[in-house]
Nanobody, 122 residues
Framework: QVQLVESGGGLVQAGGSLRLSCAAS????????MGWYRQAPGKQRELVAT???????AYADSVKGRFTISRDNAKNTVFLQMNSLIPEDTAVYYC????????????????WGQGTQVTVSS
């Protein structure tokens, strides 16, 4: 079993910055992909950014140039640095871990954190 715990959300004014962190724990040998998704009120959950264990990244068009995803493979932790925040970034941000190789050599898929609220005021 894998647990994901997010931190770093909060209230910030437009133009400000926040840094989200997500730590994975459990019987983990390797996590292939870690990422961030968000869900605004009344909207579907959407991808924000992902990063593979090799460092390959992907971003939603809406956050390119403003958000940066990074990870510490040794600590099974992923970060999301969010700059130049706008009110449209307001959402619950969820951490995701996918294609996990456990210490027992098994594969597990698609774990989610509990979410952290990010609110950007205008």
């Amino acid at each position: 079993q894998v647990q994901l715990v997010e931190s770093g959300g909060g209230l910030v004014q437009a133009g400000g910055s926040l840094r989200l962190s997500c730590a994975a724990s459990g019987s983990i040998f390797n996590i292939f992909t870690m990422g961030w998704y968000r869900q605004a009120p009344g909207k579907q959950r959407e991808l924000v950014a992902t990063i593979t264990s090799g460092g390959n990244t992907a971003y939603a068009d809406s956050v390119k140039g403003r958000f940066t995803i990074s990870r510490d493979n040794a600590k099974n932790t992923v970060f999301l640095q969010m700059n130049s925040l706008i009110p449209e970034d307001t959402a619950v941000y969820y951490c995701n871990a996918d294609r996990i190789t456990t210490m027992g050599g098994q594969y597990e898929y698609d774990y989610w954190g509990q979410g952290t609220q990010v609110t950007v005021s205008s």
